[in-house]
């Protein structure tokens, strides 16, 4: 398995961001979004402006993406941690094998500052974040307008 870290210093190209968003689109499964949205989300992770920025993990098996992080930096330190993770999906034919936790260990090196993340209640997933440390402090609401 090849570990690769896209930042925005490596100036991905249109097709690598829609590569990596079909695969998310995919294979996040019904926890995922649209792929406009998912598009934006690696624009922001991608982005050279100072206020934006963040990094993309991806784990191949030859030309294959088996897994994917995007981590977003918020901008913030203190009162909101500095990323937020927002997309981690391993392809199905993966699931199983500890990828999934390496690829989270890989984020939780890489990420300067501490990280937030979403998770539905039941989502297999949160056990696997809850192995690596993370806590339920809040109960997030949402107003959607």
Do not use: W
């Amino acid at each position: 398995m090849n570990f690769q870290t896209l930042t925005a210093i490596d100036s991905s190209t249109f097709l690598e961001k829609n590569e990596i968003a079909d695969f998310l689109f995919v294979h996040l499964d019904q926890y995922g979004d649209t792929k406009q949205d998912i598009l934006k989300c690696l624009d922001y992770a991608l982005s050279n402006y100072p206020h934006q920025g963040g990094f993309v993990l991806l784990a191949r098996d030859g030309d294959t993406i088996a897994g994917a992080v995007v981590m977003n930096q918020t901008g913030m330190e203190g009162y909101i941690p500095e990323n937020i993770l927002v997309y981690i999906a391993v392809h199905k034919e993966y699931r199983g094998q500890g990828l999934g936790k390496q690829l989270m260990q890989k984020a939780i090196d890489l990420a300067k500052g501490n990280i937030a993340l979403h998770v539905e209640p039941d989502n297999p997933a949160k056990g696997l974040y809850e192995k690596l440390g993370f806590t339920n402090k809040y109960l997030e609401m949402r107003l959607n307008k």
